[in-house]
């Protein structure tokens, strides 16, 4: 009976000071507003796809000083108005970064509410955030890309340019970059042969058309992003308009360009970010790895990644080094002082330098010009990087 009674005793202190089970580390926390139904749907699904595959990427390499990384989604439903509701719900829980929105006009309207509290990272490569602002946009501008697509089209001999955009803010911006750009004493021999614009709402352009036409374009530049972009391909069709067209990589999705197949016109270009091109062999070691590891983790759901894919990407990943640089107790202002001078960092668009190119990193020289080439269904690189044809 002694024997039992020691025994147990030994039991019980043994019990004492056991190791406990380990508990799962704390989930780190980012919340994404994106357009997950409405207009921007199709970027917005994409987008999250994206930071989905991006969250376990982070998570099969040890998290962020091994705390799990958790992307939180909330639907701004297309909706500036919504988006603001959002931010401020946020904002309520303290958080020190937020990514999103999609679209210009949402990201316009959350910046604001953001700036100098918490780092934010817009998903648009429309917004064009001041010099060490709290805010981060991805890619590479639209005026970037507008100025490898011109130089393709100027090196190409097609100097006589129609012009058509949305009145949205996105048509907006892109007008202004296009015109900016034609403005350069390089392109002193394209000439603006016609200008138009259309709502987003106009279920035709067919007058627009007519007089683009009428014009005699030797290339054509509309710029809407989503279903408006069907009206324009449409209109084109109808008034057997063909001729060179770009329209802004917001269209680069493989779901529009199945969608549109019957009535996408021949000649289809888009500027994008260099994720896009898939030979490996002229760029850096580490943008190479990059791709690699982005393709890979979409090939293994069966997945192809087109603009949206590349849009979340980057920022996430980025966002992701300063938290593994600085600790998940990290403030926003530290989070910010580290992004705001990053440089030499590789992602899938090249190599990063936000002191060069304040709150994106990004530059003309990580922009190539693409076509759609409808017998392989795939968007097919025809330049250098910055735009110079490769033929």
């Not at 970064?97 to 999609?102: A, I």
């Not at 069709?237 to 197949?261: C, H, I, R, S, W």
């Not at 898939?278 to 580490?286: L, N, S, W």
Request: hydrophobic share 45%; glycine share 8%; charged share 20%.
């Amino acid at each position: 009976m002694k024997h039992l009674v020691v025994a147990s005793l030994f039991a019980v202190a043994a019990a004492a000071v056991a190791p406990l089970p380990a508990q799962a580390a704390e989930p780190y926390a980012i919340n994404v507003i994106l357009p997950l139904t409405g207009g921007g749907a199709f970027l917005g699904k994409g987008e999250q796809q994206s930071l989905q595959l991006a969250e376990k990427a982070v998570n099969d390499t040890g998290g962020i000083k091994g705390r799990p990384r958790k992307f939180i989604f909330h639907d701004d439903e297309t909706s500036p108005q919504v988006g603001v509701q959002l931010a401020n719900t946020i904002l309520a829980t303290k958080p020190k970064v937020v990514l999103g929105s999609t679209l210009v006009a949402i990201c316009r309207a959350i910046v604001p509410l953001l700036e100098g509290k918490k780092v934010s990272y817009c998903f648009s490569p429309g917004l064009h955030p001041a010099a060490g602002s709290y805010a981060f946009t991805a890619s590479v501008s639209t005026l970037d890309l507008i100025d490898a697509m011109v130089r393709y089209f100027r090196m190409k001999g097609w100097t006589r340019v129609a012009m058509l955009f949305s009145t949205d803010a996105t048509g907006q911006d892109a007008e202004n970059g296009v015109k900016s750009v034609l403005a350069r004493p390089e392109n002193k021999d394209m000439k603006i042969v016609a200008a138009a614009h259309f709502n987003i709402s106009d279920v035709s352009v067919s007058a627009q058309m007519e007089n683009i036409k009428a014009a005699k374009p030797q290339c054509f530049i509309a710029w809407s992003t989503g279903a408006p972009i069907a009206t324009i391909f449409r209109g084109m069709l109808q008034a057997g308009l063909d001729v060179p067209f770009a329209t802004t990589d917001g269209n680069m999705t493989y779901a529009q360009m199945k969608q549109y197949e019957s009535f996408l016109p021949k000649q289809l270009y888009f500027p994008a970010g260099e994720y896009i091109a898939r030979d490996t062999k002229g760029m850096p070691a580490d943008v190479a790895k990059a791709h690699e590891e982005f393709y890979k983790r979409f090939a293994a759901v069966g997945a192809k990644p087109d603009e949206p894919s590349e849009l979340a990407w980057d920022a996430a990943m980025i966002v992701v080094h300063a938290l593994r640089t600085l600790g998940p107790d990290a403030s926003a202002a530290q989070i910010h002082d580290l992004m705001v001078h990053l440089k030499g960092w590789a992602g899938i668009d090249g190599i990063y330098d936000f002191d060069k190119v304040p709150q994106r990193g990004l530059d003309v020289s990580n922009a190539v010009v693409t076509r759609w080439n409808a017998q392989e269904k795939t968007f097919q690189v025809v330049s250098k990087p910055a735009g110079s044809p490769l033929d």
